[in-house]
């Protein structure tokens, strides 16, 4: 017996990427759906700052909710990313931001004697760091534009430094927070007033 295989000359090596051609379509529409899901749906984000604490600390990890609000614009209370608007008082606007939606079109926004003030009222926060140090006088949100805060007033660059936040700067809202694990997993509501 010989120890030599012998070629079966009826038997042909395919190429490499025609072996492993299912694996590579379920690789290049598993891509291609996760691409469509982050560019259009969901996102996940980073909190790099303090200024959302205590709602937010620094190095969650939060899913942002890109779609509904195609259909249902946001709401005061609402927890928002966004690209900020030009301004002196920010370096870079291709950084997105996150803060709380505190006015809308219409509303007069004022900060006097530790308060926030929406139209008149002062804002029941309990979701606030501490009281802001510092006044405001009122603005009116004009149309197509929203006031941002974070929930940390004395540390947080927003609205009552760099004015009003064009609607079309709008990312997304964010939706749950998925790390750390523990008691803070889970949806991000926002707060009723």
Do not use: C
Request: hydrophobic share 40%; aromatic share 12%.
């Amino acid at each position: 017996m010989s120890t030599e295989s012998k070629l079966d000359p009826q038997v042909t090596v395919k190429p490499w990427w025609q072996q492993h051609g299912e694996t590579i379509r379920i690789f290049v529409v598993a891509l291609a759906i996760a691409l469509f899901l982050r560019t259009f749906i969901v996102e996940p984000r980073f909190i790099p700052s303090g200024s959302m604490e205590p709602t937010l600390q620094v190095g969650d990890r939060i899913l942002v909710d890109k779609i509904s609000q195609q259909w249902q614009a946001p709401e005061r209370g609402d927890i928002l990313i966004f690209y900020p608007p030009k301004s002196p008082a920010i370096e870079d606007t291709s950084k997105a931001y996150i803060k709380r939606l505190i006015g809308i079109e219409g509303d007069r926004i004022s900060v006097k004697n530790g308060k926030v003030y929406r139209n008149g009222e002062a804002l029941n926060e309990v979701y606030i760091a501490e009281a802001p140090r510092y006044t405001m006088r009122e603005v009116i949100v004009p149309k197509g534009y929203y006031w941002m805060m974070g929930d940390n007033r004395n540390h947080s660059n927003d609205s009552h430094i760099w004015g009003f936040l064009p609607k079309e700067n709008v990312i997304g809202k964010a939706s749950l927070r998925f790390f750390p694990f523990g008691d803070r997993l889970g949806a991000i509501t926002k707060s009723k007033y």
